[in-house]
């Protein structure tokens, strides 16, 4: 095996060297060999992908021989550096931007979709230090191939590997919050302009209000509408979610509501719980925008007012059914004895092997296995490792067959 | 199986918890069970405080109560759904509640010698109760959603109701429909606009092209030479549907339609009956997309609650929104552009 020149800007365009010392085009997939020099690389660029070839040695060139060193800087601290950076140069070229793009999304849809901190895109020793690996950008880093997570002392090493390197701001939490913020706000948008399109007049409202972790008052808002051609059933739109730390009085809701009217439209009717507050809002918000009322038959609840949520009236009365005198005492029993096998652990172990052996001594094959899985079962449970169990199932029904 | 403790904001969670109580009776009792084992051993010593002794009609209670409430939990969980129109479902699943207790409750009261429980009869009227005064409740939009689905129409409705409810239909449906024709629903009028005049006037021979036709200049598409030999294979498709359909009209009104499957979708007929009802079907596109619970946003409530962990604690608000954002609609990530304000150099 020949060493290969590692600052030939060329090794950019081709893959990873394989075992055969080939390495593929990443334009065209053709694979050549290294015999000792790269005369027929550079001939394959110039003779199959010449405008590539060009731009590249357009860019690159006069920056290649030059500094050595990179600089970590945080996205909005350009220097007089970044322009002679080698680093800021291989992100300037096209085909690297739209792959950082690529990257960018992938750390949007990590955040949002695992509901991951912000945080999980700086390595273990935080952004400032260097770009240390984080375990995002280390799974993902062999499917976007193109690309090269480096440890970083120095220019040299990232061409030895011909490609480029990862821009220091997918590894920094402020960006990856500026990210989420620009895909939020152009979802929101999207959200807007359909519901506009599909919906005028025609929506109907769900909100609430609720307190989350440090005393967070928030206020959410949603719409669901039929589309005018009916090609879909009733479809959801999340309006807002926004802060709400004023008192939660019926005229401060309202008028949190009107803000949001303002922008997309009234809707027809709303559905809420049965807090007076929220019902107060909805008809205060309904009563004077809302279309105009008619009152049928005198045994129905007019209009205007908030359709109350149906499952909390039913809940309500199912707790309230738990209550009443007859049989409190008995399900006030059945809580003390559920809190103390939650609290005991040596009562959870004797009830588990109460079960097995309950489940062993029953000749129903399905029974039987599943009182062996069933320890899996437990230890799977305790590490909540959701996979594993889906595993279980499926084994357990190709077996009863 | 583990016991189960009720949470507090989980609907019907209670009913889950007394249902697993129950399936664990066989463990927990029985000639070797772990209650009496805890009693029996001297290791834990608070074992001996708790109320373990359940009596044989303790047991009872509990399972029968599982059965009432089961079906409970059921109606529970259809109604918080999202994508299907739910509020026709409240009818259905209110009245057959109310059946469903009454019924429970006839059994009980013929039964009451024969050592039925009383407390569940208690129950059972405190039930019935609750649910009297969720019918007297009822928005009168639930009525008239449950009419203009046609997978119900008046069939849960009592029989007294039926006849004003379906007069006031009418009304209501009259009301939007002017509503929208003079407040500019410029989408509806131009759906609406070919069948209109079809639905008032009985359907004759021939008439089916000039109508058509008359259509096709009343929208400025007149592009395509209106001769009566060269029409396109879609037009005449259509005009044979539209024939069709205002037969279909002219032979049965709304109100005399016989409901479709339950398990079929209320939307797919109304996609295909829309132009037969545009009245009706201009109302039921308002009422069957009301949700009939605040479960959506309470399902928002629950994405922001996984967000707003302990360690993220101190996360603003505005970032919380929009992860939610994002989080509900990722479909809509792949026509996001990220980089084209972000850096521009």
Redesign the interface.
């Known amino acids: 095996m020949s060493k290969r020149p590692p600052d030939w800007i060329g090794w950019r365009l081709f893959g990873p060297r394989l075992p055969d010392s080939t390495q593929q085009c990443l334009t065209c997939a053709k694979a050549l060999t290294y015999n000792n020099t790269t005369a027929n690389f550079k001939k394959h660029l110039e003779k199959k992908h010449k405008a590539l070839w060009d731009e590249l040695q357009r860019e690159e060139a006069p920056l290649a021989k030059k500094a050595r060193v990179f600089h970590i800087l945080a996205?909005d601290q350009p220097s007089l550096g970044d322009f002679f950076d080698p680093i800021k140069a291989a992100e300037?070229s096209e085909a690297n931007?739209r792959l950082?793009?690529l990257l960018?999304?992938d750390t949007?849809?990590f955040?949002?979709?695992d509901?991951r901190?912000y945080s999980a895109v700086e390595g273990p020793f935080g952004s400032h230090v260097l770009p240390a690996f984080s375990g995002f950008h280390e799974s993902i880093a062999p499917l976007r191939p193109h690309f090269h997570i480096f440890l970083g002392d120095g220019y040299k090493s990232v061409m030895q590997r011909g490609r480029p390197l990862l821009p220091q701001r997918l590894f920094d939490r402020h960006h990856a919050?500026?990210?989420?913020?620009?895909?939020?706000?152009?979802?929101?948008d999207?959200?807007k302009k359909l519901y506009m399109q599909l919906a005028?007049?025609?929506?109907?409202w769900?909100?609430?209000i609720?307190t989350?972790?440090?005393q967070?008052e928030?206020c959410?808002?949603?719409a669901?509408?039929?589309p005018?051609?009916?090609?879909?059933?009733?479809?959801?739109v999340?309006l807002?979610?926004?802060?709400f730390p004023e008192s939660h009085t019926g005229e401060n809701l309202c008028a949190k509501l009107r803000e949001r009217a303002n922008l997309v439209g009234l809707p027809?009717?709303m559905?809420?719980?049965s807090g007076a507050n929220v019902l107060l809002a909805a008809r205060l918000f309904l009563g004077r925008e809302g279309?105009?009322s008619?009152t049928?038959?005198p045994?129905?609840?007019?209009?205007r007012?908030a359709?109350?949520?149906?499952?909390?009236?039913?809940?309500k009365?199912?707790?309230?059914?738990?209550k009443?005198p007859?049989?409190e005492a008995?399900?006030e029993?059945?809580?003390?004895?559920?809190?103390?096998?939650?609290k005991?652990n040596?009562?959870?172990t004797?009830?588990?092997q109460?079960?097995v052996e309950?489940h062993a001594a029953t000749p129903n094959p399905f029974d039987a296995f599943h009182a062996i899985v069933g320890i899996g079962v437990r230890c799977f449970?305790s590490s909540t490792s959701l996979p594993a169990l889906s595993l279980i199932f499926c084994s357990r029904l190709l077996t009863s067959r | 199986?583990?016991?189960?403790?009720?949470g507090k904001t989980r609907?019907?969670a209670?009913?889950d918890?007394?249902e697993r109580?129950v399936r664990?009776k066989?463990?927990?009792v029985g000639d070797?069970?772990?209650?009496q084992?805890?009693i029996n051993d001297d290791?834990?010593d608070?074992?001996k405080k708790?109320?373990?002794d359940?009596s044989s009609s303790?047991w009872a209670?509990?399972q029968q109560?599982v059965d009432i409430?089961s079906p409970?939990r059921a109606?529970?969980r259809e109604?918080?759904g999202?994508?299907?129109?739910t509020?026709p479902l409240?009818l259905k699943?209110?009245y057959t509640l109310n059946d469903f207790v009454g019924n429970r409750l006839g059994a009980v009261n013929r039964q009451r010698g024969a050592g039925i429980n009383?407390?569940v009869a208690?129950?059972l009227h405190?039930?019935r109760a609750?649910?009297g005064d969720?019918i007297d409740?009822?928005?009168?939009?639930?009525?008239f959603a449950s009419l203009l689905d046609p997978r119900f129409l008046d069939s849960f409705i009592p029989q007294p109701?039926r006849e004003?409810?379906w007069a006031?239909l009418d009304?209501?449906i009259n009301?939007m429909w002017s509503?929208?024709n003079t407040?500019g629903?410029a989408?509806?009028r131009e759906?609406s606009s070919g069948d209109e005049p079809a639905l008032a006037a009985p359907p004759i021979a021939g008439a089916a092209t000039e109508h058509a036709a008359a259509v096709r200049t009343a929208r400025g598409r007149a592009e395509a030479p209106p001769t009566a030999g060269k029409k396109s294979y879609k037009e005449m498709i259509a005009e044979k549907i539209n024939a069709r359909s205002r037969l279909q009209a002219a032979v049965r009104p709304y109100r005399e339609l016989v409901t479709i499957d339950a398990h079929l979708?209320?939307?797919d007929w109304?996609?295909a009956n829309?132009n037969v009802y545009p009245k009706h079907?201009n109302a039921a596109?308002?009422l069957?997309?009301?949700?009939?619970?605040?479960?959506?946003?309470?399902r928002?409530?629950s994405?922001?609650?996984?967000?707003?962990?302990?360690?993220?604690?101190?996360l603003s608000?505005?970032?919380?929104?929009?992860?939610?954002?994002?989080?509900?609609?990722?479909n809509?990530?792949d026509?996001?552009?990220?980089?084209d304000?972000?850096?521009d150099?």
């Open positions: 996205p300037r931007k950082v793009a960018e999304k949007v849809r955040i949002c979709a509901l901190p919050k500026l990210l989420v913020e620009t895909a939020a706000r152009q979802i929101d999207m959200n005028a007049g025609y929506a109907s769900t909100t609430d609720w989350g972790l440090g967070k928030m959410g808002l949603t669901h509408f039929i005018p051609d009916w090609s879909t059933g009733p479809q959801r999340t807002d979610l926004f802060y027809y009717r559905t809420t719980d279309p105009p008619l049928f038959s045994s129905l609840i007019p209009r007012e359709i109350k949520c149906i499952d909390h009236l039913l809940d009365m199912l707790k309230t059914a738990f009443i007859a049989v008995l399900f029993r059945q809580q003390t004895t559920i809190k103390f096998f939650r005991s040596k009562a959870n004797r009830l588990f109460a079960q309950l449970l | 199986v583990k016991l189960l403790l009720a609907w019907a209670i009913v918890q007394n109580f664990l066989p463990a927990l070797n069970g772990v209650l084992q805890l290791d834990i608070e074992a708790l109320p373990f359940f303790d209670v509990m109560v409430l409970f109606a529970i109604l918080e999202d994508y299907y129109p509020l409240v699943h209110v009383e407390r208690t129950l405190h039930l609750g649910l969720i409740s009822l928005p009168q939009e639930a009525y109701m004003t409810l006031d009304a209501f009301e509503l929208d407040a629903a989408v509806e759906e979708s209320a939307s109304w996609r829309r079907a596109r308002r069957l997309a009301i949700p009939a619970t605040s479960a959506p946003c309470e928002l409530f994405t922001g609650g996984r967000i707003l962990e302990k360690r993220r604690a101190s608000p505005e970032s919380v929104r929009d992860i939610v954002l994002v989080h509900d609609n990722l809509l990530l026509r996001v552009v990220l980089d304000f972000l850096y150099d």
